[in-house]
């Protein structure tokens, strides 16, 4: 196991990105993990971004430059209640045949096109299992294959069957593997042969699940946590990568559950990671104002995963709240922090 620098390297040396132009959003990214979504469209060389902000989102395009050309506000289904309910997450999810975006909240799930323009699927969340101290809301939003998964308060995993156009999406199955409420959910399109595990589940607790998907989705494993939440995870290569509250970033063979890679990556909890699976980077951004980038490589003769340090970013005086590669190369990332009112964009240099 490696352990890196938990504040980062004291001599930046030669800077991989620079900062660009950024985009201005008309309010204030929400203070919650994983507060930013990216879309890239290269057939319109145009970039998607979606950011919470209390009972709303923003999904807003800019061109490569960073010029905002078109937003929207998006709002929680209305329903009974007196409080405003407020929204967890919004995130594209990249199927075989369509583009959806979803939107997660303490009252249901939202399905819209693409470009947010029309809500073709609405999702109530019961609270017929919920004690009355505890939230109801849904969290963890990923595509897999044909299928949506999004993650709730009681820990199951909903999975939607989408079909290749139109409204009629069903609730096909709910996964069991978790006893508290599921913070993200991350897949990998290329490992779902060979008994391979091609999504994982994370929680509260800190544990892991890895499944396999199909028809009827398969749990091949559990990992288990140590204390500390578990508020990010991405999958590359059958290896988990997992970010916790005490600022490690763990890797993970994800079938055998085995603890390949262990590092001391920030001073504070972990709020976002992302990976770039052209490159095998790996983003990790944290409350101690800095965001990582890392180099993930296989050993060839010992299988085992190596683990390069490449970048360091630091958003000063930000409590940053979500950070996401802009493209599958990792040639550019986008950062978004409580209290800022813009989103910061980086690109190699």
């Known amino acids: 196991m490696v352990a890196a620098d938990s504040e980062g390297p004291k001599d930046l040396g030669i800077r991989m990105f620079r900062r660009e132009r950024s985009i201005p959003l008309q309010g204030s990214a929400a203070p919650l993990c994983n507060n930013l979504s990216v879309l890239q469209v ?14 709303s989102a923003q999904v807003l395009s800019a061109a490569p430059e960073g010029v905002p050309l078109a937003q929207r506000q998006l709002h929680v289904k209305e329903g009974a209640g007196v409080s405003t309910p407020l929204i967890t997450q919004v995130h594209w999810c990249v199927l075989p045949f369509r583009v959806l975006l979803v939107l997660t909240s303490h ?25 009355a101290v505890q939230a109801v809301f849904a969290r963890g939003i990923a595509a897999c294959g044909h ?4 993650g709730t308060w009681s820990g199951q995993v909903l999975v939607f069957d989408i079909p290749a156009k139109g409204p009629n999406i069903v609730l096909s199955e709910e996964l069991p593997g978790h006893q508290m409420p599921i913070t993200d959910i991350a897949t990998d399109p290329t490992q779902g042969q060979d008994s ?6 994370a929680d509260d607790s800190g544990s892991l699940c890895a499944w396999r998907s199909g028809p009827e989705f398969t749990l091949l494993n559990r990992i288990p ?8 995870v991405q999958l590359w290569q059958g290896i988990v990568a997992a970010g916790y509250g005490n600022g490690q970033v763990h890797l993970y063979e994800a079938t055998t559950g085995i603890l390949q890679v262990q590092i001391s990556a920030h001073a504070r909890a972990v709020c976002a990671l992302d990976l770039a699976p052209e490159a095998g980077k790996l983003l990790s951004a944290a409350e101690d104002t800095f965001v990582h980038i890392w180099k993930l490589s296989k050993n060839q003769e010992s299988g085992s995963v190596e683990v390069e340090h490449c970048h360091v970013e630091c958003v ?3 409590q940053v709240c979500g950070a996401r590669f802009c493209d599958p190369s990792g040639s550019s990332f986008a950062v978004t ?5 813009e989103i910061l964009r980086f690109s190699s240099m």
Do not use: K
Request: one cysteine or more; hydrophobic letters at 35%; charged letters at 10%.
């Open 42 to 55: 290269p057939a319109r060389n145009l970039t998607h971004f979606g950011v919470v902000h209390g009972p």
């Open 107 to 131: 009252r249901g799930i939202q399905m819209y096109e693409s470009d947010g323009s029309i809500m073709v699927y609405w999702h109530a969340l019961g609270s017929g299992d919920a004690s």
């Open 147 to 150: 299928f949506i998964c999004v």
């Open 196 to 201: 391979m595990a091609d999504m994982v589940t």
């Open 225 to 232: 946590g140590f204390g500390a939440p578990c508020s990010s």
């Open 316 to 318: 000063s005086d930000t």
């Open 337 to 341: 922090g409580y209290d800022l009112t």
